[in-house]
C-alpha cells in the first residue's frame, strides 16, 4: 500500500482500511465509540466492575471506587440542589493532585455542568481572563490561591465559591496536621476573605442530605473547557465533547492492551490531573482499566516524590521528559524497586534519546514516547507498548486517527518531505470557545487540525516530530530544529538540562543559541561547544552558550522556549 494514501488521503475514503494492523497487531485499528452515551457511563461502569479495588492514593490514604462513588454522589447532589446550577453552567476547579480532584470532577459531570480546568500557578490575571472568557458560575479552589480569587472576583460571573485544605480529605489527626503545617508553618495560604464560600466537606454533607436529579447527557454535550497554556498568544478555551474524550479514553485503552490487566495496574500520576494529558491517560484510560492512581501531589518535591514511588508497588507512569530527567539525576532513585513496572508514558514535549537511554539502563523498563495536543483529547500518536517502538519518533496514528503533511501553502507534502502535521480522528476538538475566526485557522472545512508541528515519517513509516514550527530556526536559508540540537548536548555529561533557540544574527539570518543547566560546576561554553561539533553539522552547532540554574518551564514541565528568548538581568 502507498505510503501517502496509508497516512494523508481523504479521511472519508479510508475510514475503514485496516492499515494500521499491519504496523501494531496487538492493536485493533477499530473502537466502539458509541458504546458509552457520556462520561458518567465509564465512571459508573468502573465503579460497577472495580466496586472495593483501590481508586486513589494520595498522601498515604485511599478511596475504592464505591468511596469515591458515595462522594462523587454527594458533589453532584450539592451542586444541583443547594446551587441550583443547570447542565451546560461552567465550573473551574483550580487545585493539584489531591483526592478532592476526582470527587469535584466526577460530581460536576454528573451534574452536567462543564469543567474549565485552571492551572494552580496561575497569576491574578490569568485566572481573571479564563474565567470572564468561560463565564465561569461556580469555583472550587484550594485556599492556597483563594486570594488571587478574591481579587479578581468581582469581575467575572462567578457566584459560587467552594474552597478546600490540603489534607481535608484525609482521615484525623493527619488532615489537621498538614493542614496546620501548609497554613502556619510553610505560611503557604495567605489570608482571604470571601464570606459565600462554602468549605468543601460542607458541602459534601448537604449533598448527602439531598436528592440528586439524574441529568440526560449525550455524546455532543461539551465536557471540558480546556485552555491551551496560552505560551503562543492569549489562552484559548478547547471544546471537548463528551465523544472527543470517550474517543481518546478507548483509543489509550486498547493501545495499552497488550500490557495492562484490568484490575492490577497501579499508576503514579505526577503529572497534573487538569493537565489534558494526565486527565484522559492516567484518571481515565486508567480508571477503565480499574487502576489505582497514586496522585502525587508537589512532583517537583523530588525526595518526597521518590518515597511516594517506594511505597507504592506502581505497575505503570506517565511522565515528561524533565520529569524522568530530574527523577533519574536524584541519589535515591536508584532505591525504587522497578521489577513490577511494565511501561513508562511520555508526552507533552519530545522525549530526548539520552533520556530515554538511560532510563531504560537504570530501571530495566522502557519510556513509550506519544504525542498530542489539548486540542485532541490529547493522544493523536503513540508508540507501541509490545516492542515495536522507535526511539526518536512519536509513533503511530492512534485507531481511527489520520494524518497527513502539508507544507506553507497546504498542499500534502510528497517524497516524505517535511510538513506541518494534521490530524483526523473523533478526538479533534469541536473548536475553541466563542473563537470562530481561531478555529477556522486550525480546522479546515473537512474536519483536519492543524498541530502547529513539523513531522516527517521514518523510513518504518512512523511520525517523527522535527519542531514546533514557530520555534524553526532559519541559519543561512536552512532550517535548524532545536530539538535535534537538545538532543545531541543532552548526552554530555556535564549538562543537565539544555535548551536551544534562535537569536538574530548579521551575517546568517540567525544563529543558534542554547541555555544550559550544569551537572558539573566545571563545565563550560567551549565544552559544550565542541561536544555539539562532534554531533552536530555546523550550521547547527551553537554559537551562543548560556548558562542558567533551571530553565523556565510550565507546570507539567515543558520547557518555554518562548521565554528563554526574553534576556535575565
Not at 536551544?500 to 540567525?510: K, L, M, R, V
Request: charged share 20%; proline share 6%.
Amino acid at each position: 500500500m502507498d505510503e501517502v494514501n496509508m497516512h494523508s488521503a481523504n479521511p472519508v475514503m479510508n475510514r475503514n482500511d485496516p492499515w494500521r494492523s499491519l504496523y501494531h497487531p496487538s492493536v485493533s485499528p477499530k473502537i466502539d465509540i458509541d458504546q458509552y452515551k457520556n462520561i458518567m457511563d465509564v465512571f459508573d461502569e468502573a465503579v460497577g466492575r472495580y466496586t472495593d479495588k483501590k481508586a486513589m492514593t494520595n498522601y498515604g490514604h485511599t478511596f475504592t471506587y464505591t468511596q469515591l462513588n458515595e462522594k462523587v454522589n454527594q458533589f453532584a447532589a450539592f451542586l444541583q440542589q443547594e446551587l441550583k446550577l443547570k447542565k451546560g453552567d461552567r465550573i473551574a476547579i483550580q487545585m493539584p493532585n489531591l483526592l478532592q480532584y476526582p470527587v469535584v470532577l466526577f460530581g460536576a459531570i454528573k451534574a452536567g455542568l462543564i469543567i474549565v480546568n485552571t492551572n494552580p500557578l496561575y497569576t491574578a490575571p490569568e485566572m481573571k481572563h479564563q474565567f470572564i472568557d468561560s463565564g465561569a458560575k461556580c469555583m472550587v479552589i484550594l485556599k492556597n490561591y483563594a486570594h488571587l480569587l478574591e481579587s479578581i472576583i468581582k469581575d467575572t460571573k462567578i457566584e459560587s465559591v467552594i474552597v478546600t485544605e490540603i489534607g481535608d480529605f484525609l482521615p484525623f489527626p493527619k488532615s489537621l496536621l498538614i493542614n496546620f503545617v501548609v497554613k502556619y508553618v510553610k505560611k503557604m495560604v495567605p489570608a482571604f476573605h470571601l464570606p459565600q464560600a462554602y468549605d468543601l466537606n460542607q458541602a459534601l454533607e448537604i449533598g448527602r442530605l439531598a436528592t440528586f436529579q439524574k441529568v440526560e447527557m449525550n455524546s455532543l454535550d461539551i465536557a471540558f473547557l480546556q485552555y491551551t497554556g496560552g505560551t503562543t498568544g492569549i489562552s484559548k478555551g478547547a471544546i471537548l465533547t463528551h465523544r472527543n474524550i470517550i474517543a481518546n479514553m478507548l483509543q489509550i485503552a486498547n493501545w495499552m492492551r497488550p500490557k495492562l490487566k484490568e484490575g492490577e495496574e497501579i499508576a503514579i500520576t505526577a503529572l497534573p490531573l487538569y493537565h489534558i494529558f494526565s486527565l484522559t491517560v492516567n484518571c481515565l484510560a486508567f480508571m477503565r482499566y480499574g487502576a489505582q492512581n497514586v496522585l502525587i501531589t508537589n512532583p517537583r518535591d523530588i525526595p518526597a516524590f521518590i518515597k511516594d514511588m517506594k511505597k507504592s508497588k506502581f505497575t505503570v507512569m506517565s511522565g515528561v521528559n524533565t520529569l524522568f530527567n530530574a527523577l533519574m539525576n536524584h541519589p535515591d532513585f536508584t532505591s525504587i524497586d522497578f521489577k513490577p513496572v511494565k511501561i513508562s508514558v511520555a508526552g507533552a514535549m519530545a522525549l530526548q534519546k539520552a533520556v530515554s537511554e538511560r532510563w531504560e539502563k537504570m530501571t530495566g523498563t522502557k519510556i513509550v514516547e506519544g504525542y498530542g495536543l489539548t486540542e485532541t483529547s490529547p493522544v493523536a500518536c503513540c508508540n507501541p507498548i509490545d516492542g515495536t517502538d522507535r526511539v526518536g519518533t512519536i509513533g503511530l496514528p492512534m485507531p481511527e486517527t489520520w494524518i497527513k503533511f502539508i507544507d506553507d501553502d497546504g498542499n500534502e507534502t510528497t517524497n516524505n518531505e517535511p510538513g506541518e502535521i494534521c490530524v483526523y480522528g473523533p478526538q479533534v476538538m469541536k473548536g475553541y470557545w466563542e473563537r470562530p475566526d481561531e478555529t477556522a485557522k486550525v480546522i479546515d472545512k473537512d474536519g483536519w487540525l492543524r498541530t502547529g508541528d513539523i513531522g516527517i515519517l521514518d523510513e518504518k513509516n512512523y511520525v517523527k516530530i522535527v519542531d514546533r514550527k514557530k520555534d524553526m530556526i532559519l541559519v543561512s536559508g536552512f532550517n535548524v530544529y532545536p530539538n535535534e540540537v537538545e538532543d545531541a548536548l543532552a548526552s554530555h555529561p556535564g549538562i543537565l538540562e539544555v535548551a536551544a533557540i534562535g537569536i538574530p544574527d548579521t551575517h546568517s539570518g540567525e544563529v543558534v543559541k542554547v541555555v544550559v543547566v550544569k551537572k558539573d560546576p566545571g563545565l563550560t561554553a567551549q565544552s559544550v561547544i565542541d561536544h555539539a561539533k562532534q554531533n552536530l553539522t555546523n550550521y547547527k552547532v551553537p554559537k551562543v552558550v548560556e548558562f542558567r540554574t533551571e530553565l523556565p518551564k510550565t507546570n507539567v514541565g515543558k520547557i518555554l522556549r518562548r521565554a528563554l528568548r526574553t534576556p535575565t538581568a
